[in-house]
């Protein structure tokens, strides 16, 4: 079952603007973290918030999280083409007897034009 | 270098047949995961498996069987019962099954149905 939703599914901009993605939820969540993808490869991990924390910044990555609105946002400063990329949000909860599922959204392809 | 290993990159299937992906990582991770990827669905989790000689499934483990015999290897085997097989299937793995969960991606292998 898909617990997130990234909001828009693509998004293009031009090369030195920001890219903002958001992400929906629906139950309580441990952590949330976004992925990124290169077209027909891997995910790679980018950046984790939890549950207790609002903001959280990697390089010229800037990750929110309101747990009242069960929302995320995922903000990129100063693309590059080399961002160009699908993006997803995975939610992390805890599925019982101390075990912890990971579940993604549909992801966000974001691309940048130079 | 340390890392998840997929194999092959492209397979192809013809109906009928049994076909299995290979999973390797060498990052001393005990828990690997199964995951397929279509054009806008997102990741859904087929298998998971969090020490040898166990394993969970997933949301769409119907068609499809695992075996985790070593910690480093963990390949599944897409079968014949499989309605819709042609996808992208990605391997994951994280140090353990726990609610600060970062998964480490292979390539992908891409298997398409003839």
């Known amino acids: 079952s898909q617990q997130g939703e990234e909001d828009p599914q693509a998004l293009s901009i031009q090369e030195g603007e920001n890219a903002t993605m958001n992400c929906s939820y629906k139950?309580?969540?441990?952590?949330l973290q976004w992925y990124r993808q290169n077209s027909g490869r891997g995910l790679v991990h980018l950046i984790l918030?939890?549950?207790?924390?609002r903001e959280k910044h990697s390089g010229r990555l800037r990750v929110t999280l309101d747990t009242s609105k069960k929302s995320s946002s995922l903000l990129i400063t100063a693309s590059r083409a080399a961002d160009t990329a699908s993006y997803f949000c995975a939610t992390v909860t805890n599925s019982g007897a101390g075990s912890y599922q990971l579940t993604f959204g549909k992801g966000t392809k974001l691309s940048v034009i130079p | 270098d340390g890392g998840i290993t997929q194999s092959p990159k492209y397979l192809f299937r013809k109906e009928g047949q049994n076909v299995t992906l290979s999973c390797e990582q060498n990052?001393?991770?005990?828990?690997m995961y199964w995951y397929r990827q279509d054009p806008g669905q997102g990741l859904r989790l087929i298998y998971y498996s969090q020490i040898v000689n166990d394993f969970q499934k997933g949301d769409i483990a119907e068609g499809y069987s695992v075996s985790r015999e070593k910690k480093e290897s963990f390949p599944l085997t897409v079968t014949s019962a499989q309605k819709n097989p042609t996808a992208f299937y990605l391997c994951?793995?994280?140090?353990?099954?726990?609610?600060?969960?970062?998964?480490?991606f292979g390539a992908g292998s891409r298997l398409t149905v003839l």
């Open positions: 918030i939890r549950s207790n924390e």
């Open positions: 139950t309580s969540i441990n952590n």
């Open positions: 994951a793995s994280s140090m353990f099954n726990s609610g600060a969960n970062v998964l480490t």
């Open positions: 990052l001393n991770h005990d828990a």
